[in-house]
């Protein structure tokens, strides 16, 4: 056979099979074209660059909570991981990553996890120190899952010298001998006794402690229906003085779905001793809580769901100074909100939230809240509200202009740099809980408030490039917003996640591509800035694998990191090589650097502690500076409001917008 003979047959097979195989080899071929695009200088030079973090598989977690230590180290908090039998065996997850060790020993370390921080609070100290509080005392039992009939129950305790705990498992019985038992331990406080200064009379309140209890009895026979409001349940093997002072008051017992329910423990930690530290309880069980830094160091902790699955409104501070928690002002939030700290020393809710609370946008309106003197719990309406003159001092003023607002939910809110602005974005977000008929899954609306007017409103800002909710935002050191993922659906139903990512930036009010990520998050997503301008993202916890919707999802632990277009536009970073390492508010201070010359902007910018997509840590502060032979002079401003005391990263950024390493700084009082 001639040589050509052969090389036509040869030919002619190739040439069959890849006719046969054209959509693999086309695919094949278009995947090596885009790995070469996104490789290219001028391709990450324009839209950055993301690499995926090698993390060994013993140091593999769920990625449900992260914050950034003042050590440059990420704290990636799992607990229970969402995760019913991580849970049931007491197994919970804390991993350490540091950036600046990579692929070194001691880059991954696990911590010891004294309690189930899975849905926690947390929030960054004037000291360093993270505060993380609440997290899982019970998983949910779904409807079509719960054997026992349950409800929630108040313990009420009539006498002042009485304290008494209350095991697991401890037996009630409602007004019609049905018995149940509660799940929880819980402490009888005594009532409380104030003397009124007439000899013999005293005014005494009874104390109150919840608890949830499950009938002894599977099935409908555990049934209790209540006659019309709460009943007395007789607590079983009291005798005496106690038989007579404790009893519960409770509703209904139903075979309804069982709501996931909050612990109260609270822990710091402590990023150079690497351990979590016990303080104080709070006196709420909180899941979903929001805690926000106020000025003077102490911590507000908003909302969550208690130790009985339902959302509480009496809210409390910590006191870092004392370890010690004290009531707050009691007011309704959704789980979860999106609460910033704002300069005249008021919170700004978003109208954001994850997790539950009401749709109606009526009960749950997007405002100013006046902690301080909130007392009465009263709403500024346009018109009289019910039972309050209309001059009384009003506590809660909401805001106008929010487009969509029955898509709040689970959409992303930052305060937009620099913080002086006084200017908040949202972005994205669906219905709550899954779409009902006629709602759309998700939204690609933006909204921003300039929270300095005199009536301050939210007007639409420029669209996402995709409707999502779980969006992560990210604010960077030159002055703009990294905002990339999300999914179209519920936890990415359908297959939905989006590879998306775009960086808006302020002075134009406008959205800009940037390169895609590999991986699709949404539920349990996280993304946080790193000391070195990058940006990590992990955490995602689809409800199912499949487009379908006939796989169960697990827990996404690839972890991503993305390296802005600064990064790599051919200039060289500028460098601090010394400096203060406490400056205070109101004062100067000066840090030596070479490049004073080209340091155009300085920034001060907050570590994130971010669960959820809600991250109400993070803020960007512009600092006046001066140059000076050896570097420069920055100006700390003084209103505490402003800038919470704690630690910060500040930024050296040339008029390119090369952002400067991380120089870690504590912002203390002016004494």
Known sequence: MSRLRKNLIVAGVVTAIVGVNLPAVAGFAAKKWHDYQINRDDYKARYGHWSFL?????????????????????????????????????????????????????????????????????????????????????????????????????????????????????????????????????????????????????????????????????????????????VKYEIQGLVGREKRNLYAMGGSMTLDKQDFQGIKDAYEFDPVAERYVKVQDMSEGRWYPTMTALPDGRVMAVSGLDTVGQVTRDNEIYNPRTKTWQPGPKRFFPTYPALFLLDNDTLFFSGMNAGYGPGQLALRPPGIWDYRHDTDHLVKTKGAVSGVAPDEMEAFTPVTGLPEPELNETGASVLLPPAQDQRVMVMGGGPVGERQPGQKNATDRTAIIDLKQNEPRYVRGPNLSDPVRYPSAVLLPDDTVFSFNGSGDYRGRGASDVLRAEVYRPGSNSFHEAAAPAVGRNYHAEGLLLPDGRVLSMGSDPLFADEAGSIPGSFDQRVEIYTPPYLHNGEKAPVFTDGRQVVRLGRRAGFKTPDAGRIKEVRLMRPSAVTHVTDVEQRSVKLDFTRVPTGIIVTIPSNPALVPPGWYMMFGVTAKGTPSHARWVQVQGDR
């Open 54 to 230: 090698d993390v060994p598989d013993e140091f593999k977690v769920n990625a449900i909570h992260a914050a950034l230590l003042r050590t440059g180290k990420v704290l990636i908090v799992a607990g229970s991981g969402n995760n019913a039998a991580n849970f049931a065996k007491g197994t919970f997850k804390t991993l350490l990553w540091d950036p600046a060790k990579p692929g070194q020993p001691g880059e991954f370390k696990l911590v010891d996890t004294p309690v189930d921080f899975f849905c926690a609070g947390h929030v960054q100290l004037p000291d360093g120190n993270l505060l993380i509080a609440g997290g899982t005392l019970r998983f949910e039992v779904l409807k079509s899952k719960v054997k026992r009939a349950g409800g929630a129950l108040v313990v009420k305790n009539e006498s002042p010298h009485i304290r008494r705990d209350l095991h697991p498992g401890t037996l009630l019985a409602a007004p019609n001998g049905q018995l149940y038992r509660t799940t929880a331990h819980v402490t009888v406080l005594p009532a409380k006794k104030v003397e009124t200064g007439v000899r013999g009379k005293a005014v005494v309140t009874p104390s109150e402690t919840k608890v949830f209890a499950e009938s002894v009895v599977e099935g409908a026979q555990g049934l209790f229906t209540s006659p019309g409001g709460f």
